[in-house]
């Protein structure tokens, strides 16, 4: 009898969910788009990280769970820190 080899598991398994506090899901969409190497802290400014405006806005796209999600550019431009981006990814519900 052969053995079926177990499924590998799914990245997306330890995601949070929806529901889950916007700062765990903000710190699980960093952790995926820049790598785990990197310690979060709510402190932790989003530049020193390597996030530009583009990379902003694709883990602002991670994060929408409405995919019609309307972002306001001029909050984001004061979006600096892991905090800042989880207050503003809080205020969409």
Known sequence: ???????????????????????E?????????????????PTTELAALGIDSLLLLRILGDLAVDPSQEIDPYRLADVRTVADLADFVGDWA
């Open 1 to 23: 009898m052969t053995a079926t080899p177990a499924p590998a598991p799914s990245e997306t398994a330890a995601e949070p969910a929806a529901d889950a506090p916007a700062a």
């Open 25 to 41: 899901r903000v710190t699980a969409a960093i952790a995926r788009r820049v790598g785990t190497g990197h310690p979060l802290t």
